[in-house]
């Protein structure tokens, strides 16, 4: 018999959520992806390199070209001047680079803080690691940080922090003032921050993504994730970047070098022939996005579901306690997608231990509008 490493550990929300859809029909609303493909020349980019013969291993740091946009980005978005060949690297998705970027600083017997409801790939990263999650609930209803849990939270076994934000699955936003704040709180520690930034493009309200990017002192001890994934609305492609120091970056490498050796070539070609032919995509993003959530909360309006808007990510939180307050929200979830036609995510699963009277689930909203709109005439209805 084997022994488990992940004991407690099945198949994922999502993977569950989506086969469940699939079975029953519903519409999928569930796990994060868009039903809408990426741009046409981002595609015929991948065609025409496949056919140009860039078949074959990517340098292990990504190719240079692809680093060089990101770089480019950063610096234009987020006033950051990186070094390319130092500090980028491309990774096969940002769930890689998180395990990467863990295995590097997380060593056994260390603590890792990660905020609640958190995104479920941190908590199996850092115990293959050999380390302890400290789970801190964010604070409701805004979800913000508990700031005086995570002071009292700290020790000096704690060796990383794992920020998201955008954050999923809330849609809110840590603000310049939270990244400040979080500086004070561990200058004088030997503590590393994750910063999970793929949803840094969907911001709404004309609000600012506070990337740690944009923070100094934040950054000597960050690794600042992102997903082209979520930006060009490719998620099977599954290609990410991580930026980092150069003492960091050499540390991430080193692992990522025998996880994956590189990401996938051609995907590369056509993301930094993309990203050089049209820099407007990430700027126009935030508004393709808040139409969408829009236009999909304007709609929820007549349901029995209470909301506040998402501030950021594709995703909507809903309460549905007005239309059955008896269940919790795994069968809430799985009503809806059987009896309604509709699946969503619930959000206990999210927490170590989520709160008792927790009535959220997620939809996510990333779809075209008449998937948005038939979804909501089946809500309507309940
Ligand atoms: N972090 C968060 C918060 C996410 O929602 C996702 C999306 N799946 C990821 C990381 C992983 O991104 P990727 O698909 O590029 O691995
Ligand atoms: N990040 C996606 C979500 O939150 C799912 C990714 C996955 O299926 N692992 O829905």
Redesign the pocket.
Known sequence: MIQSKLPSLGVTI?TRMSQLAMETGAINLSQ?FPDFDGPDALREAVSRHVMAGHNQYAPMTGLPALREQVARKVATLYGRTVDAEQEVTITP??????FCAIQSVVRSGDEVIVFDPC?D?YAPSVELAGGRCIHLPLALPDFGIDWDRLQAALTSRTRAIVL?TP??PSGSLVGRDALDRLAALIRDRDIYLIS?E??EHLVFDGAEHASVLTHDELYARAFV?S????TYHV?GW???YVIAPRELSSELRKIHQYVSFCGVTPLQWALADFMEAHPEHVTELPAFYQAKRDLFCDLLGSSKLAFTRAAG?YFQLADYSAIRDDVSDVEMAEWLTREHGVAAIPISVFYQEAPKDLRLVRFCFAKREETLRLAAEKLCAI
Not at 93 to 98: C, E, R, V
């Open positions: 999502f994060g998705g940002a769930t890689q680079a998180i995104y790939s998201n954050h999923n999970d793929v949803y994730i997903s082209f994934g979520k998620t599954k290609t990410g990510t």
